[in-house]
């Protein structure tokens, strides 16, 4: 079987819930992350084989959002692409779909992508084909429907971190404090421009001129325990669980270009890092946040690593609950996690999260000079995908 290898990781900033990203669709953010991956790996868009796309939130996004995102990036009528549905999950199982198809030699050449714009869900009028006979009629919120419910259990996210919190005996001041440590190391990040190498700046256009967004929105300067603790619970009466402990809304989208490694150094490519293994898990959905941790010891199963081995994780941050139950398992000291902020802080674009996780994983080893890391999230419903990297070394 093929050694995969990863050339070249790029991403969009990650823009608040209609912020600045409002007017760009989850497709031209996929292209756009897409275009840039492959000219940052020097990899002409001919050569790319095959697109896979994580891409949840489809309503309103025409036929196969994937395909879309490969062609207009630039690709060929020829490249084979798809769209993955996974929630959260979906753009990091597919970089392990394209992993796979690579490792099988079934591809030389390929992409990952994950693309978000959840200020651009639609709303929808259920039952209206058939059409009403008389009464008023309910539109129904597209993000909650299909996202932030639960299919199963019938349940907001949030409740299923709520769940969570009650299980690990996790307190509100915990999670605030997580909160809080999150939003610092975002802003720090932004304000030394630690993560210049993976963004890609957007030209915004309006009336007024162009102007280029090349910051995340969403981290909060000057937070403080103070300010969080007045927020109030959301989604549980009495409850820890807040909108400043909870995971944001935004847009964005990331992309890696990956390959065999016979084919970079036939194309005299220096690859960033090569896949090592991943793992697919899942729990019950009304404590989804958990599927981490059984994702994460399949990951390291089949990489036959301990735990101990892994020098840096990015793991999302759907909620500081959640986040904190499923280290409550693993034991990952915090200074090996998500050192640039993460979903409570940078924001969390469903179908972009994924692949950002693993942009933002391959360039901070790079910066550390480590030798394993790993990628890990959750997804609504239960499932769990982890992926594990070793730096690339002459």
């Known amino acids: 079987m093929n050694e995969v290898v990863i050339v070249s990781g790029m991403r969009t900033p990650v823009g608040d819930f209609l912020g600045s990203l409002k007017d760009l669709n989850s497709v031209e953010l996929g292209a756009l992350a897409l275009k840039r991956a492959m000219e940052e790996a020097n990899v002409d868009p001919g050569l790319i ?3 896979v796309c994580g891409n949840p939130d489809m309503a309103g996004a025409k036929s196969n959002p994937g395909r ?13 692409a798809c769209t993955v549905n996974q929630q959260c999950v979906s753009s990091l199982r597919a970089a392990e779909i394209m992993y796979q198809e690579i490792l099988l030699g079934k591809v030389d050449i390929g992409a990952a992508v994950g693309c978000a714009s959840m200020s651009n869900i639609p709303y929808l009028l259920i039952g209206s084909r058939t059409g009403y006979k008389m009464g008023h009629q309910q539109l129904v919120d597209g993000m909650y429907n299909d996202g932030m419910t639960d299919a199963f259990y019938n349940i907001l996210m949030g409740v299923t971190a709520e769940n969570i919190a009650e299980m690990y005996k996790i307190s509100r001041e915990e999670q605030d404090e997580f909160a809080l440590m999150s939003h610092h190391r975002a802003c720090a990040s932004i304000n ?8 890609i700046p957007v030209e915004i256009k309006s009336k007024k001129g162009s102007t280029f967004f090349d910051h995340d929105e969403h981290p909060r300067q000057g937070l403080t325990m103070e300010d969080l ?6 989604f549980v009466k009495d409850g820890t669980v807040t909108a400043g402990n909870s995971s ?3 847009d964005g989208a990331a992309a890696l270009v990956m390959m065999s490694l016979d084919k970079a150094k036939e194309l005299g490519i220096k690859p960033l890092a090569r896949i090592v293994a991943t793992g697919s898990a899942a729990v019950d959905a009304k404590i989804m946040g958990m599927g981490v941790v059984p994702s994460v010891r399949k990951a390291l199963k089949f990489a036959d690593l301990p735990i101990e081995a892994i020098d840096y994780w990015e793991i999302n941050e759907a909620f500081a609950a959640q986040i904190i139950g499923c280290n409550r398992e693993l034991k990952i000291p915090l200074d090996k996690m998500n050192a640039n902020g993460g979903g409570i802080s940078i924001g969390h674009p469903v179908g972009m999260t994924g692949a950002r996780l693993l942009v933002s994983l391959v360039h901070e080893m790079g910066r550390r000079s480590v030798r394993y890391g790993a990628a890990s999230l959750c997804g609504g419903g239960g499932p769990s995908t982890s992926m594990i990297i070793e730096r690339y070394a002459d």
């Open 49 to 51: 084989e095959e697109v």
């Open 68 to 80: 879309q995102v490969a062609i207009y990036a630039g690709c060929t009528w020829e490249t084979v």
């Open 192 to 199: 030394n421009k630690t993560q210049a190498s993976e963004l």
């Open 229 to 234: 603790a007045r927020l109030k619970p959301v």
């Open 248 to 250: 944001g809304i935004n």
